[in-house]
């Protein structure tokens, strides 16, 4: 009799620990929660080649920090450094113009196909410059509005790294660095560049409880 009693005790214990765990499993379900938006923000560097008021070539370096929203969005600010050796020469002193400046400001970026491997992307850069030219003129330097827009190919090499790679134009207000030389800073480049940093911080959550519907 205490057999059979110690064996009905084991039963029953087993059942409500089967039961339990089957209310436990059914407090929550799982899956990918990819509808949340997600976070990231990155640091990135780039160098591009092209021309200089249509007839001269020029060497910009460039650096930006952006906030990423959603993996569809950039926003942040950027900063570009350029170096011109111009086709004309200063005959009154035999040496050749050169120009060197700097120009940055709001740096917006815009990705398309953003869940694909390779990516399309329209950046645009918006902000003030600064040009510097030789030293043998009587106004060697002035200030400018600069617009940059552009086209991107984007590729990820992991979650922290992405390549870049695309052309630009550059829009400028008239300048007088040069006097007679160049008018702006407009121009076509292309160039490559590199991003590092986060570009997912959104939780990717695979349980959710479920509300209990019982008053």
Do not use: C, W
């Not at 008239?174 to 939780?203: M, Q, R, W």
């Amino acid at each position: 009799m205490k057999t059979l009693t110690k064996f009905l005790l084991f039963i029953i214990l087993v059942n409500s620990t089967v039961h339990a765990q089957e209310d436990t499993s059914t407090d929550y379900i799982e899956f990918n929660d990819r509808n949340n938006i997600l976070h990231g923000i990155y640091l990135g560097i780039d160098a591009t080649y092209g021309h200089l008021d249509g007839k001269n070539k020029v060497s910009i370096l460039g650096a930006k920090l952006a906030y990423v929203a959603n993996r569809k969005m950039e926003l942040g600010i950027a900063v570009r450094t350029f170096y011109s050796a111009l086709k004309e020469a200063d005959r009154a002193f035999n040496t050749n113009y050169n120009v060197f400046g700097v120009y940055g400001g709001l740096h917006i970026e815009n990705v398309i196909f953003n869940a694909k491997k390779v990516k399309l992307s329209i950046p645009g850069l918006i902000g003030i410059g600064y040009i510097k030219g030789s030293e043998n003129f009587t106004k060697s330097t002035d200030m400018m509005l600069v617009v940059e827009p552009g086209i991107n190919a984007l590729f990820n090499i992991n979650k922290h790294i992405q390549l870049e790679g695309g052309v630009k134009y550059r829009f400028s207000s008239p300048i007088d660095p040069v006097p007679t030389v160049i008018e702006n800073i407009n121009g076509l480049s292309i160039g490559a560049g590199v991003k590092v940093g986060v570009f997912n911080l959104g939780k990717n959550r695979y349980k959710k409880p479920i509300k209990n519907s019982q008053n």
